[in-house]
Structure formats: structure tokens, C-alpha cells
């Protein structure tokens, strides 16, 4: 996966951008747990949840490679 530099939010745990779709991995601030953005630029993002690091990694490796 292209790896962008994390931005924009403190919370960011990991990021994947190619310039026209991304996918971010946050740590959730409210409750234990991660949220899982993507989608393409300008584009209304789809937000997923995981409760773990290692499922939330697998989830966002998932929705690169479709978009790949």
C-alpha cells in the first residue's frame, strides 16, 4: 500500500492516499476502539468500526486492494 503521512488529526493511527482515494484509520477518543474512513476525494467518506488495531488494519488492506 502507498503510505501516506499521517495529518490532520492527532488521532490519526495509519493512512493510505494516492491523490484521489484515501483511507484512514483513527483511534477513537469516545470509546475504545477504531474507526475506518475512506473514499474518494470530494466524495462523501464510508466510515467503518473495528475494535482492535489488527482487525482495523485488515479491514482498511481489504478496501485498498478493492480499489486497487
Not at 491523490?19 to 469516545?30: G, L, M, N, P, S
Not at 476502539?33 to 482495523?56: D, H, K, L, P, Y
Amino acid at each position: 500500500m502507498p503510505r501516506g503521512r499521517p495529518r490532520g488529526s492527532p488521532n490519526v493511527v495509519d493512512r493510505w492516499d494516492d491523490t484521489k482515494f484515501q483511507v484512514a484509520i483513527y483511534a477513537r477518543t469516545d470509546k475504545p476502539g477504531f474507526r475506518i474512513v475512506s473514499g474518494f476525494r470530494g466524495a462523501r467518506a464510508v466510515e467503518r468500526s473495528a475494535t482492535t488495531a489488527e482487525e482495523a488494519r485488515a479491514i482498511a488492506e481489504v478496501i485498498w486492494r478493492g480499489y486497487q
